[in-house]
């Protein structure tokens, strides 16, 4: 093996930024990151009930939830899309793979998916 003392200049500048390169994460485009912060506005704004890992929690307990996941995703650069979030964060437990589930007053449950799916319908068709 070479010692890196050995190795000339450039490429070890090189190899380090490459390093620092793939250490850094890139956000998804300004219009995926306005949907997704709209959509987990919504749902925390929207006084619900998300269901996670067959407990019911506030809708501001599930947006804080989901932006940490969405954070994670972002420093992964997993997410570049706002379907992309849906189905990688908001849909289903990472822990546990179960669904999770909205529900709205007395209107019965429904998927996170179907529900976030429908409010970015309507974000996109606003104005």
């Known amino acids: 093996m070479t ?23 890139a956000a998804p485009p300004p219009q995926a990151q306005r949907e997704i912060d709209q959509l987990i506005s919504a749902l925390g704004g929207s006084g619900c009930q998300f269901q996670r890992n067959g407990r019911w929690y506030a809708a501001t307990d599930a947006q804080a939830h989901l932006r940490k996941k969405y954070e994670w995703l972002r420093k992964r650069d997993m997410v570049a899309s706002a379907e992309q979030f849906i189905e990688r964060a908001g ?37």
Do not use: D, H, K
């Open 3 to 25: 010692p890196i003392r050995s190795l000339p200049r450039f490429v070890l500048a090189a190899s380090l930024a490459l390093l620092a390169a793939t250490a850094s994460f």
């Open 91 to 127: 849909s289903q437990s990472s822990i546990s793979g179960q669904a999770y589930q909205v529900r709205c007053g007395n209107a019965a449950a429904v998927s996170s998916a179907r529900w976030l799916n429908t409010r970015l319908a309507e974000i996109r068709r606003a104005p």
